[in-house]
């Protein structure tokens, strides 16, 4: 009896010691992961203050910018372009900012520098930078730069929203990586917040159009289907400051009439997937072509292995998968002519 109680008594002993190594060294090895964790800059504006908070080795540091370090009222830019004479398009970043800027420097839209390289030309981001990856706000802080580098030069960015960008800004958090759980935890703050109108990148974000037009070409994250046009006249402007304005309003308030399902159901610009999954006929397209007075619809949404077009070039589909983290590719549109540009930078023409 005292034999098997001893030995019940050593047998604790021993399991609850190697249990309690194991614990420590789990909390050695979160400390480990923690030592080295970054993320960031985030910039917030308090009471007219700009204070810049960044995280490095597990720990928030916060500094007080001058207050004309950043813009921040952000005017929305017009909805239609003419006369641009080279544009290039990608979508669905979802994150994997290193192989986005592989793709933009091989085809020549930035230097070795990440700078612009562009020219006048016009780079199109066709939404969904947001979730998945754990590089979205490197990712949204280049499109900034690059933003006002291309005014300088005579070019543009444009920033499309997609469906994950309102997503995030609708506090829909089920797609962001486990690293921003973690930033958001030492911000003490939930991971939205990080892009609320009270931050740099939540204003700019603000400013952004959902859908464009550059040529006789419309660029728009899911696309246009006859349901949504026949619920709209085909107001550019006006179908951008819809959505903008969306962007503060409730789930809730927006599903007590027909506008949520309208304007973020799955016949939505944002969650369209109809040119390829609905077998739509010629006829079709055209009629879709002809309602938006344009010649071709460029759309991401929808993954493929590359930049494909459907219906003899009208509909050009540019999410080729960037998600994944090892190949992108981006259209090219120049003098009436599409391209694609593949990730060591060659240009195939469709
Ligand atoms: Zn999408």
Redesign the pocket.
Known sequence: MIKNTLFIIISIITISSVFSQEVESKKDSIKNELSEFSDGPYIFIENNRLIEKTIVSGKVSSRVLKANAYDTVFTPEKSAFNKVKKIAAL??IHGQYDVAIELLKNNKIIDKNLNWNFGSGHLVIV??IFDRGNKVNEMLWLIYKLEIQANNKGGRVHFLL???EYMILHKDLRYISEKYRLSSKLLNLEYDQLYSHKTIIGRWLRSKSTIIKINNNVFV??GVSEDFIVNNDFNLEKINDVMRKSIERTKQEMKSTDFYNIYYGNKSL??YRGYFNDNLTDSDISKILELVNSKHIIV???SNEEVVQLYENKIFGV?SSIKKGKYGELLFIENKQFFRGTLNGKKIQF
């Open positions: 979508s669905d939404g969904d997609g469906n994950h994250h899911g944002i969650w991401g949404h929808c999410d």
